[in-house]
């Protein structure tokens, strides 16, 4: 029941993104496959980052690309704009000037600019940042805001079957939502309950599931040929890092606040030094390593595996063509291996980290 | 540092938050409340049973120790029962040995004394007699001459034999 | 180049830590296998939170 709906789904999902194929045919780029160390760095900076059309790839002989675009939602100094990502030609260097109603936007280096009145194309200084122009607010549907959806899509497909089975009186799920259940099972009896504690665990399942899936299922997105990369998205992994540092400030027990801001058995001098540590660490510095390795986790393994990937183009020279293949797709399979245990990995620390510090945080002590 | 804010997007955290915040909500209502509660059940169940079959498991164990403890009563008694008589058999014995006894030594006393008086009035008797006897041989060695010795003596003998005593 | 030497310098350091943290994680294990799980649990967060450490400076350097 649940295979064929996700079957179907997933038809349907590629046939959506074969008849976008041809969007963009009038557009020529220059006729060289990517194929210098320079070329493949950028190519790889540019994959890392986030993009705004679903690009799966472009074939150079024609100047075809293959992918859809994507809808642009952008505040600017005129109010909110909207347009397909298609209306940029797939520039990337603020050439293509898009003009709604008299707001010059364009795109440079996968960021939107609102040229300033009167400017005519982009210009830059010695760094190459742009002078006549300011970052607009950018709530465009991207691709990683595309593979959010996509994930929260899936979670909800896949744990709502679950859900629907038990409720229908089946107490063994049956199918994909077998492989599911020791997933809930795990995160809540070796995640949050030795961390939280057996009397408060309850009220943090709801965000630690959710976010431990969200990661996982992110994680393993991005490792498929469609080519996301959203945990590597700063932003997306600071947002997690300051959900889980609201939660927990939030829940904070009684103790807990008197324990950090006035932490009891210390000379009275030391106290406010303290309670500033204190402060930093669980506002500041535990979100922050919490955001930032994620982010640089999946990041890293992202470069790694293009980079090897890489290696049957830069070693073509010095092993022939096959030898460089076969050489490249050995590192990156086994590479690849090690990303999987890395994307269950960051999503179990993830989680094991928010509900330790959760469980920090809620812990009621003992009268000392 | 630089290149970190530089590739930070403002939108992209405001989505991210939205989609985040509306995906927690709705998984909590529609997926993670079921499953918990389901599986929270499917455990309280599972225990349930496992109580209930020790619980049984408990009783059958103190049905069978009461039954052994009422056979071991039964068997105490009955053992109490059989000493009890085996006691009162040997002490009617004892008994009807003792007052058999003292019976008998009353009756051997008895027959003694009867024993007794019987000899002595035998005694007295014989006494009387051997007193009337040697007075009637006295008369008649009296009575008759005592020519001699010889003749008084067969006169003693056939007067003795007879004297018949008792 | 600065933020190269950096960098090397914290990937020594995060390296001697890490090691550290995985020697003693296997000379428990092999002192205790039966509390082998709860091990490596406390192995993975200690290497976490070194790792968010390592990231950290990683990333402030950039």
């Known amino acids: 029941m649940v295979a064929t709906k996700s079957i179907k789904f997933l038809v349907v999902f590629v046939l959506a993104l074969t008849s976008f194929t041809a969007f963009a045919q009038e557009d020529v780029v220059e006729n060289n496959l990517v194929d210098s160390p320079d070329e493949i760095r950028e190519y790889i900076a540019h994959h890392l980052k986030d993009s705004h059309d679903f690009h799966l790839y472009t074939d150079n002989a024609s100047g075809t690309h293959y992918g859809f675009p994507l809808p642009v939602i952008v505040w600017t100094s005129n109010g909110l704009k909207t347009f397909m990502s298609s209306a940029f030609h797939h520039d990337d260097n603020g050439e293509v000037i898009v003009d709604k109603d008299g707001t010059q936007i364009v795109k440079y280096h996968t960021k939107i600019y609102e040229l300033e009145k009167g400017a005519t194309a982009l210009n830059f200084d010695e760094e190459q940042h742009p002078t006549n122009a300011s970052r607009v607010i950018d709530f465009s549907i991207t691709k990683s805001v595309f593979g959010m959806l996509l994930t929260g899509l899936l979670m909800f497909l896949g744990f709502g079957a679950l859900a629907r089975g038990y409720k229908k009186g089946k107490t063994i799920p049956k199918g994909f939502s077998r492989v599911l259940e020791p997933l809930v099972i795990y995160v809540r009896d070796e995640i949050a309950r030795p961390n939280i504690g057996e009397k408060k665990y309850r009220n943090f399942m709801g965000f630690l599931l959710t976010v431990f899936f969200f990661i996982l299922i992110l994680n393993l997105l991005g490792l498929s040929p469609l080519g996301f990369n959203v945990t590597g998205q700063i932003a997306v992994t600071a947002c997690l890092g300051i959900f889980t540092m609201v939660i927990y400030v939030f829940s904070g027990s009684k103790d807990f606040w008197a324990h950090t801001l006035w932490m009891p058995g210390v000379p009275v001098v030391l106290r406010p030094v303290l309670a500033v540590i204190e402060l930093i660490g669980f506002l500041v510095i535990k979100p922050f390593s919490l955001l930032v390795r994620l982010y640089a986790n999946i990041t890293a393994g992202h470069f790694v595996v293009m980079s090897l990937m890489a290696l049957m183009i830069t070693m073509k020279a010095a092993f022939g063509p096959v030898g460089s293949t076969g050489v490249s797709l050995i590192l990156s399979i086994f590479i690849m291996f090690i990303e999987i245990l890395v994307a269950f990995l960051q999503a179990f620390i993830f989680t094991m980290l928010s509900s330790l510090f959760i469980g920090m945080a809620v812990e009621e002590h003992d009268e000392h | 540092m630089e290149t970190l804010l530089n590739d930070f997007s403002v939108g992209l955290f405001f989505m991210q938050a939205f989609i985040l915040l509306i995906l927690i909500v709705l998984m909590r209502k529609f997926a993670w409340k079921p499953i918990l509660d389901a599986l929270h059940d499917r455990e309280e169940g599972i225990q349930n049973a496992l109580d209930a079959a020790e619980k049984a498991r408990l009783e059958m164990q103190n049905l069978t120790a009461s039954n052994e403890k009422l056979l071991q009563e039964a068997r105490i008694e009955r053992d109490g029962l059989l000493k009890e008589a085996r006691e009162m058999k040997d002490n009617m014995i004892s008994a009807a040995k003792e007052e058999a006894e003292v019976q008998a030594n009353a009756m051997i006393v008895k027959a003694q004394i009867a024993i007794e008086g019987e000899k002595n009035a035998a005694m007295a008797e014989l006494k009387s007699h051997v007193a009337t006897l040697s007075l009637e041989i006295a008369e008649k060695v009296l009575g008759q001459e005592l020519s001699s010795k010889d003749e008084q003596l067969a006169l003693v003998d056939s007067m003795l034999a007879e004297a018949k005593l008792n | ?62």
């Open chain 3, 1 to 62: 180049m600065y933020n190269l030497i950096g960098a090397g310098m914290i990937v020594i350091g995060g390296g001697i830590g890490l090691g550290m943290i995985g020697s003693k994680a296997m000379e428990s294990i092999a002192r205790q296998p039966e509390a082998a799980g709860k091990i490596q649990t406390a192995m993975i967060i200690i290497g976490a939170l070194l790792e968010g450490l390592a990231f950290g400076a990683l990333i402030l350097g950039k």
